[in-house]
């Protein structure tokens, strides 16, 4: 279980914004090893209520044994956070006073070589977050047409060699099939000239979160889970939302902006005609990111941006 006890990104700043306190009810909404978790309940102190929702079973079973000195204040639920009103109302819970949603993919699971979601070490092309349902990545890349598989890889990986990967993977799979995320690592290696090659990251790394996200349909999740957060919250409640990707952080801000504004009407109207209003307060013009000290120390920490917003 220690694999799980990786250091919570933002950590500090995670509570500043949800602002735990005494007899009200959250939700982390990617519990992961429980990390935040720990931080939110420690900081609620009595009788503040969290739900800690997650895929992954060994994910809940890692965090439940980390906070089983909560006892009741903590419960532990398998899903989706893109599913969250469903969850929360087979818990009796109609209204939250705060919500975290860590995005991404956990340490642990980059780390564990049969889970397949790093090329760091040979393991089956899986990337599913959870392990029980829905296709792997094996499944894609030997059974998508090829002007899918480009759209993917496009997409969601931002790689410009996505029709050049594509093609490939087609060309490759109809004498045998994809398998193991090295051969797919050695794929796209192969694919792309050296001399555009970056230095930094492995050229296979876009191609890999590509095909991560269409895996476990991310960015619908963060719609998802966000629009229904929103409505969760009581007023007063916060919501926060740390992203590790450029198409995730897109999305959250549209999305904030989106609940925070008030009349739509065009310019020329002499007064308001859609009676809408504003939903929420941004709490975060810009995006939070780590420290320098934090960045050194804890290297998931470099890409993280946080975004708050707080219920009117």
């Known amino acids: 279980?220690?694999?799980?006890?990786?250091?919570?990104?933002?950590?500090?700043?995670?509570?500043?914004?949800l602002t735990p306190q005494a007899g009200t009810t959250y939700v982390d909404g990617t519990l992961g090893g429980g990390g935040h978790s720990e931080l939110i309940l420690q900081a609620a102190r009595s009788d503040a209520l969290l739900i800690g929702i997650d895929r992954d079973r060994s994910a809940l079973a890692a965090a439940t044994e980390r906070l089983v000195r909560?006892?009741?204040?903590?419960?532990?639920?398998?899903?989706?956070?893109?599913?969250l009103a469903q969850l929360l109302a087979d818990q009796d819970i109609?209204?939250?006073?705060?919500?975290?949603?860590?995005?991404?993919?956990?340490?642990?699971?980059?780390?564990?070589?049969e889970r397949g979601f790093s090329f760091r070490n040979n393991g089956p092309l899986d990337m599913r977050m959870n392990p029980l349902d829905g296709d792997t990545a094996a499944d894609l890349v030997n059974h998508l047409p090829e002007h899918e598989l480009e759209q993917i890889i496009r997409e969601f990986g931002e790689e410009r060699w996505a029709r050049k990967i594509a093609r490939r993977i087609v060309s490759m799979r109809s004498e045998t099939p994809l398998m193991t995320t090295q051969e797919l690592a050695e794929l796209v290696e192969t694919t792309i000239p050296r001399r555009f090659q970056e230095e930094r990251i492995h050229p296979a790394t876009r191609t890999f979160q590509a095909l991560r996200m269409a895996v476990n349909h991310e960015l619908e999740q963060v719609r998802q889970g966000v629009l229904a957060g929103i409505e969760l919250l009581r007023p007063k409640g916060r919501l926060v939302v740390i992203s590790f990707h450029s198409l995730e952080d897109r999305i959250v801000k549209h999305l904030f902006r989106e609940?925070?504004?008030?009349?739509?009407?065009?310019?020329?109207?002499?007064?308001?005609?859609c009676g809408r209003q504003p939903k929420v307060r941004l709490l975060t013009g810009k995006p939070v990111i780590a420290g320098a000290d934090e960045r050194s120390e804890n290297p998931r920490a470099r890409s993280a941006k946080l975004r708050a917003l707080e219920k009117l």
């Open 1 to 17: 279980m220690d694999t799980f006890r990786h250091v919570p990104v933002l950590a500090s700043e995670v509570i500043q914004y």
């Open 259 to 273: 609940a925070a504004a008030g009349c739509v009407c065009p310019p020329r109207f002499p007064h308001c005609v």
């Open 94 to 113: 109609e209204v939250i006073d705060g919500l975290l949603l860590d995005l991404g993919v956990s340490s642990h699971q980059l780390d564990s070589p």
């Open 70 to 83: 909560f006892k009741t204040r903590f419960r532990a639920v398998q899903g989706s956070f893109g599913d």
